[in-house]
């Protein structure tokens, strides 16, 4: 094993606490998992893939309902204990556990605030806030009615007014959030127009929610240095499409309703307590406040799957609508009974989060394993249904385009008849406008009136005590009838009381002039208000029709959603049961290419064998031409030879005969010379010699000449053999060649078809989460990976240990020895404890591993800056160096390879290692030699940084 590790780098691991207490396990026949995987059951076009090990699971809903993997000794406990009903009774004890509301509040936390900085709530009171609603089990109705109406000025719900405070109350902000977090639906391309893409979104569904908020901002007490939230009771929601012009007003309006009924109050009646700059205004009717009335009673549809969605999300990784926040007829959810069994159960159990995740734990979907599925339906199923689906989307397809134009031909009849109603609209808003305008002067008159009254009030109140001290003065003078100084005083007070009742004459008729003055302008405000009432009555009059012509809009669009919906879906089943079917015939295809590639291989062995016994036979051939040509050439050098020899033996007889033509010649000439007689003699019997001997050599000419014929024929016999043996090989060589091309293109096939057998395949997978069949493949949040880690490296170990010596200063165990509600509260006061000391790490994982902030939380990415925290950040390092009961500490105290194998991969993977990789850490660890501690600090090392770390599996 080399230092890198290479092969130990797919790791991921997590912390958990310690179970303790439980919830029921029981299970009812019809609860809720029970219900799903019947449901599930019905669509098996995906194939079913088996559930998940027993160790997976235990580390699968530990770190989803924990947010941390199991420690090395629960893994044990689990995979020991024999019992049928382990896993619920796992699911319940993990719910109870003080662990699970530090948790899921972190969830909620991101969820609800999409990690925005700290503005005018502290981030430690809203988590406390959020955390005491999860141990409580406080109903998500009511959770969500205190985010949107918590003001601020009831300490006890400060902390939820950070949802709205924290956005600074931005009406077009706040009405966007609210849509997508509570409800679903993410309404902001609707807010100038229809949006572009979502025929189901409008620009009314936007404004039906700002008209909720858009009356609502922040009211800053400096004297306090405190911000809330204020609320006047005007501003109508208008708006005006970019796109087509048509402008409205719109009236307070959740999802998928109408428009709700307000009271109207007349100008100046309007405030519980008036507003002004130094005077947060309370109205009497409050829009924000009927918004947290309407979401309390759960009765919202969107409200309710938006939630029951999320929840679904949270556990698969992957919501029944993708994305969360985008519910609409075309982006359906994966398995629609799913969802509304889900609704159901959450309206019935008065939205209980607590009770909707664990029967979501205990699913089949949830416990799948993550393999792809191998046993599809066969091809005549397949077939048969896919038959069956392509009749179905003719019709729906049909019934769908005439509950588009059904509702087009509604949505007409509504602006009709609300551009007849204008006029009714127009006369109440100048019928508004002329009250308020005569309500000015009756103001102006009644506070002169006021005034008038207040001064008159003042000075009888001083005529009163006045004329009081004058007949106390009048008493006392019989009693000092020489005081000179008394008798000024009481002459005084005299032409006080006699000036001020002057005064008070004045004043009595000064304010009944202002009575009359008002009693002058009054009469034309109640005539104001008496055409308003008209107005308002005409206006309510017009408005029925129009009420009955949405109610028909809203039943239709209700309708056109559900059909648009169930075409969308059937379409994704008619692409997966092609899907499954192309996936059959590529593998019966390679499957039947698998079956030609021997033979074909075969074939080319064959034909190369050919090759080789035509070369041997081309070598014989070629040895035997080339002995025929050494052959003809002997033949020929003697034909040759025999030839020269003739032809010089016929010189030397030419020139016998010369020469005894001569020596005759000259015989004839001398007469009979002797000597000449003697060699004509000599040169006759030499000429019949050579005569004699050049028949010889003409013979031996024949001969060598017949030799010369029979090996030129020898040889161009033994050459033509040859070429025709050439010959040949090229055609066993073409034959090769075609055996190798078709081993090629049989190859060439494969590998066609394996690629777009694994696309089909990755298709189906895809179509697994289409159909909500399992879980995804999900990455670990921020918040996760900091607590996996303190776990993994015993950083959390540690401080639990040093909270639990904490805690027993003020709580001793033995003191609640005998009660378990105070052992439970002890436990949680430990774990919230170590919590407390740790949590100030979130920050730093959650900007690098996190979203920005008040963006989309749940996206992975990867970045460089985490890889550098992860490779050459000193705290990971610091975390594992040997100390204490750390990870590498305990690994240390185990002195054979196999157990500590064990621990680090119980620890780590929350699973048992395999034979080769107890081998390959025995391995590596030998390569180390003595430097046994950082050899084990870095096994622990790699697999804390390891490229898997951030999925579950």
Not at 81 to 107: N, W
Not at 186 to 195: I, K, P, S, T, Y
Not at 872 to 881: A, C, F, H, P
Request: proline share 4%; hydrophobic share 45%; with cysteine.
């Amino acid at each position: 094993m080399t230092r890198e590790i290479p092969r130990l780098t797919g790791s991921v691991f997590f912390l958990v606490f310690v179970f303790t207490g439980g919830l029921r396990s029981g299970d009812a026949q019809d609860a809720l998992h029970l219900r799903i995987n019947q449901a599930m059951s019905a669509d098996l076009t995906h194939g079913t893939s088996p559930l998940c090990s027993d160790a997976d699971f235990l580390r699968r809903v530990s770190i989803d309902l924990l947010g941390a993997p199991p420690t090395s000794d629960e893994v044990r406990a689990f995979l020991a204990d024999g019992s049928a009903d382990k896993r619920a009774a796992t699911v319940d004890r993990i719910l109870a556990h003080p662990r699970h509301p530090l948790h899921l509040a972190e969830v909620l936390n991101v969820m609800l605030m999409e990690r925005r900085r700290d503005q005018h709530v502290p981030a430690a009171e809203w988590m406390g806030w959020l955390q005491t609603a999860v141990r409580e089990n406080r109903r998500w109705t009511h959770i969500a009615r205190d985010l949107l109406t918590a003001d601020g000025t009831d300490e006890a719900t400060r902390p939820a007014a950070k949802f709205l405070l924290d956005r600074d109350a931005e009406p077009n902000l706040v009405a966007r959030d609210i849509g997508r977090i509570f409800f679903g639906i993410d309404l902001q391309c609707a807010q100038c127009h229809d949006h572009p893409l979502v025929e189901d979104y409008r620009q009314i569904d936007y404004y039906g929610l700002f008209a909720f908020v858009n009356r609502t901002s922040i009211f800053t007490d400096e004297a306090a240095k405190k911000s809330y939230l204020k609320e006047t009771a005007e501003g109508d929601a208008e708006y005006k499409s970019v796109f087509t012009g048509d402008a409205g007003r719109m009236r307070p309006r959740l999802p998928g309703g109408l428009e709700i009924d307000e009271p109207r109050f007349r100008v100046g009646e309007e405030y519980s307590v008036v507003p002004d700059k130094t005077v947060r205004g309370v109205p009497k009717y409050s829009r924000r406040a009927k918004l947290g009335e309407l979401v309390a009673t759960g009765e919202n549809d969107y409200f309710a799957r938006n939630i029951a969605n999320r929840m679904w999300a949270l556990l698969m990784g992957r919501g029944l609508v993708a994305p969360i926040d985008f519910h609409h007829p075309d982006n359906p959810p994966a398995h629609p009974e799913v969802l509304a069994l889900l609704v159901a159960d959450l309206k019935a159990t008065g939205y209980d989060l607590r009770h909707l995740l664990r029967e979501i734990a205990l699913t089949d979907a949830y416990q799948r394993s993550l393999e792809t599925p191998s046993n599809l339906p066969a091809v005549e199923q397949l077939t048969a249904e896919l038959s069956g689906v392509e009749q179905s989307l003719a019709a729906l397809t049909e019934q769908t385009e005439a509950a588009a134009t059904a509702l087009q031909a509604a949505r007409d009849d509504v602006k009709n008849r609300l551009d007849a109603a204008a006029e009714s609209i127009k006369a109440l808003d100048e019928a508004g406008k002329a009250a308020v305008a005569a309500r000015k002067p009756v103001v102006e008159a009644n506070a002169a009136l006021a005034k008038a009254a207040a001064d008159l009030a003042t000075q009888q109140n001083a005529l009163k005590a006045v004329t009081e001290l004058s007949a106390k003065a009048k008493e006392v003078l019989p009693l000092l009838p020489n005081d000179a100084e008394a008798a000024s005083a009481a002459a005084v007070f005299e032409a006080r009381v006699t000036k001020l009742t002057e005064t008070v004459a004045t004043l009595e008729k000064t304010r009944q002039e202002k009575e009359a003055a008002v009693a002058t302008v009054q009469p034309a405000l109640d005539a104001a208000w008496a055409a308003v009432d008209v107005a308002a009555e005409k206006w309510v009059e017009g408005q029925k029709p129009i009420l009955a012509a949405k109610e028909v809009t809203q039943a239709r669009r209700s309708e056109w959603s559900r059909l648009q919906g169930d075409l969308v879906r059937l379409k994704g089943r008619r692409d997966r049961l092609q899907t499954a079917m192309a996936i059959h015939a590529e593998r019966t295809a390679l499957a039947a290419l698998a079956e030609k590639m021997p033979v074909a291989e075969a074939g080319v062995v064959a034909a190369q064998q050919a090759i080789i016994d035509q070369q041997s036979k081309i070598d014989g051939l070629a040895a035997t031409h080339a002995e025929t040509q050494k052959t003809m050439v002997a033949a020929r050098q003697a034909f040759d030879a025999t030839v020269a020899a003739v032809a010089k033996r016929q010189g030397i007889i030419e020139a016998v005969k010369e020469a005894g033509t001569k020596a005759e010649f000259a015989s004839a000439e001398l007469g009979g010379d002797e000597g000449l007689t003697g060699i004509l003699a000599s040169l006759k019997e030499r000429s019949d010699n050579l005569a004699t001997g050049l028949a010889e050599l003409q013979k031996a000419t024949e001969t060598a000449k017949a030799t010369l014929e029979t090996a030129t024929g020898g040889e161009a016999a033994a050459k033509q053999a040859v070429e025709q043996a050439r010959t040949e090989m090229s055609q066993r060589e073409a034959a090769r060649k075609a055996a190798e091309e078709l081993v090629a293109a049989i190859s060439q096939e494969q590998a066609t078809r394996n690629g777009t057998l694994t696309n089909l395949l990755e298709k189906h997978d895809k179509g697994l989460g289409d159909t909500a069949a399992r879980r995804d493949f999900k990455a670990l949040s921020p918040e996760q990976m900091l607590w996996s880690i303190f776990q993994v490296t015993g950083v959390a170990g540690n401080y639990l240990i040093a909270a639990e010596a904490e805690i027993e200063k003020t709580m001793p165990a033995a003191s609640v020895a005998n009660d378990a509600a105070q052992q439970a509260e002890r436990q949680r006061r430990v774990v919230a404890h170590a919590y407390d000391q740790l949590k100030g790490n979130v920050g730093t994982f959650a900007s690098l591993y996190g979203g920005g902030p008040g963006q989309p939380q749940d996206d992975f990415f990867a970045t460089a800056e985490q890889a550098l925290f992860l490779a050459n950040g000193g705290s990971l390092r610091g975390w594992l160096s040997p100390g204490g009961t750390n990870l590498t500490q305990r690994l240390l105290s185990l002195q054979e390879s196999a157990p500590l194998a064990e621990e680090l991969f119980l620890t780590v993977y929350g699973r048992p290692p395999v034979e080769a990789e107890v081998a390959e850490v025995a391995q590596y660890l030998a390569s180390r030699g003595e430097d046994r501690s950082a050899a084990v600090q870095e096994l622990a090392w790699a697999l804390v940084t390891s490229a898997e770390f951030r999925f579950q599996r």
